[in-house]
């Protein structure tokens, strides 16, 4: 396709008009979704309206569909559920009621159609979209409108963002609210361990999922349950003894809790229903257990939309706009959704056809093909599930001996990777050591064997329980290399942030003088600020990034009440502006300063003014963020003052240091199940690894391909070698040298009103679903 000259954003929807509705179940993160398509479509000079109530309102008309302003949707990214209401409607069913509805749109000029909800509601949308033609026929026909407007009316554009709790939606890694609905089943399954343990309980939760297993898989992940019934995967034939057998197994290994998850939709191979109440009489009945059923029902629906959410939503609303400005009337009506952490554009038909093709696969028996057809991220997390459930401890030992060592600042995140790491090891029949205290344990001899059951319930703790420091190897090089020969030691597995990927480098330095440390090592990054070279995501930034949104919550509702006044918030992440942006993303900022954007005087100037402008407005508050070193100079007192002095008699200033407690709390649901798929990988590649290196009796590894950092690269998991690293590295800032978010700040500018350019060269191109069968993305 040949680019034209690039159009001004600012002006390519002059003279068009956008209308956005919610459709369908609800779910968090909606908000996010509609405050974005109105303020991307204002930016760009179009007409924005809201159809309120779902598509009964855009057949309904009048004040159903409303002019929607900037100031319309402040406040509302924060908040649950949607604002402008959804329903099913029956009438849009109809073709009188299709037909009404495009006469409302024509009478207003609407010819662009921005839809938020399920599979049902985009096939709905399509629909409306392949008939549009014959609907305008009808409506000449009957002199509801003139052949004037028929003309200005021609064409419909249609784009769809899902918004789904279930994640049900093939083509797509996550759909808008899966993540916050991870979120509250988790609160749950906390607050129900702690009474089980206490009691010895087995405990079955029903979440949500019809057709759909993506919520139980994940909360299954995430707190280490022991069975999981999905409807994609029915259990085998004789489930039943063999989930009683693992049940005693894990009573017997000390274990003082049972969790089960079962999804709604959950069957076995005959089709015949699986429900909460016949597991607890089974598991009653055979074992005597005490045991306890929880439905969970609309609260996952509820509460306020997780950072991950809000971020997903505003990233799909500008997508969306750009896809509905772009299209012509040959584009397929398409879906915006995120693939890793990349925008993509996909043809709307084509994966409601292959989610269609999921339900046809589990109703015909072919149990793996739904697995396959349901996406890459899906078959992942089978997959690790059954790796880590399905288990026997093998008689059979290796011989190996991994340690394991957390590095730097602690993390939430960190106890889910070593868990997994730990168990995947003793089902490999290798010797698992725990290291205590970093580099400075590994030096010291502060090394022990950990088990199976050693690490039981590390998925939802905070923190490291093995301890961390930011020490590292070139202090004693010497005493590591004893170390790594007295217990033996073939291969590490550092998890931790800067200072993991340092000394992970200093360790592959040092193997020139000493032979001990040729051995295969893994660095897995683990840091809020998210800032090790080799991966687009650490573990523990995603709770971290919950914390500050949070907390930044709060602060703006302080400020909204007390009107005209200007917080400034300063958050961690060393030199690394990740935390800054993502979160002045998620909470609605109006700034956020970091140090991979210099800022000078005129910068702060021109925010300053437009706050005094803002607070004209009806919204009369502000939130700037500020990365903890983003300047020397500029220091968060410095900008409090400047904001304080040039704000006087229009507003005042308050600030926050959000500090360590950016660093705690209990993992968010993408930590611990990305904790644990790093874990697990990573044990994995070092198998594989030991074998290549075994040489005339012994270990022998000093190529740079056997010590590698473990990242999340755009779409999957890479090893990539700490060689090759050092040169994308800024050692000094403690950085990489590029970094993937730092083109979503224009983004977080537009959603704040400045009038910047938006770069929209780097389109997302059309991608097909239905021609990567083969290999299923």
Known sequence: MAHKTPTDPTKMGVGRAIAVLTSGGDAQGMNAAVRATV??????????????????????????????????????????????????????????????????LVKLGITNLCVIGGDGSLTGADEFRSEWSELLQILLKTSKITAQEAKASSHLNIVGMVGSIDNDFCGTDMTIGTDSALHRIIEIVDAITTTAQSHQRTFILEVMGRHCGYLALVTALSCGADWVFIPEMPPEEGWEDHLCRRLSEQRERGNRLNTIIVAEGAMDRHGKAITCDDVKQLVTKKLGFDTRTTILGHVQRGGTPSAFDRILASRMGVEAVMALLEATPETPACVVSL????????????????????????????????????????????????????????????????????????????????????????????????????????????????????????????????????????????????SITKFNIHALIIIGGFEAYVGGLQLVQARENYEELCIPLVVVPATVSNNVPGSDFSVGADTALNTITTTCDRIKQSAAGTKRRVFIVETMGGYCGYLATMSGLAAGADAAYIYEEPFNIHDLEVNVEHLVEKMKTTVKRGLILRNEKCNANYTTDFIFNLYSEEGKGVFDCRKNVLGHMQQGGTPSPFDRNFGTKVGLKSVLWLTDKLKECYRHGRIFANSPDTACVLGMKKRSLVFQPLAELKELTDFEHRIPKQQWWLKLRPILKILAKYKINLDTSEKAEMEHVLNKRGLVQ
């Open 39 to 104: 303020r991307v479509g204002l930016y760009t000079g179009a007409k924005v309206y809201f159809v309120h109530e779902g598509y009964q309102g855009l057949v309904d008309g009048g004040d159903n569909i409303r002019l929607a302003t900037w100031e319309s949707v402040s406040m509302m990214l924060q908040l649950g559920g949607t604002v402008i209401g959804s329903a099913r409607s029956m009438d849009f069913k109809t073709k009188e009621g299709r037909t009404r509805a495009a006469c409302n």
């Open 339 to 482: 693939s890793g952490n990349q925008a993509v554009r996909l043809p709307l038909m084509e994966c409601v056809q292959v989610t269609k093709d999921v339900t046809k696969a589990m109703a015909e028996g072919r149990f793996e093909e739904a697995v396959k057809l349901r996406g890459k991220s899906f078959e992942n997390n089978w997959n690790t599930y059954k790796m880590l459930a399905h288990v026997h401890i093998p008689n059979v030992k290796s011989n190996i001996n991994i340690a394991i060592l957390n590095v730097g600042a602690p993390c939430a995140g960190m106890n889910a990777a070593v868990r997994s790491a730990v168990r995947i090891g003793v089902l490999q029949g290798h010797q698992m050591l725990a290291v205590h205290d970093s580099f400075d344990g590994l030096a010291h001899g502060m090394i022990e064997p950990i088990g199976w059951s050693d690490v039981s319930g590390w998925t939802g703790k905070g923190g490291s329980m093995l301890g961390t420091k930011r020490s590292l190897p070139n202090d004693f090089m010497e005493e590591i290399s004893l």
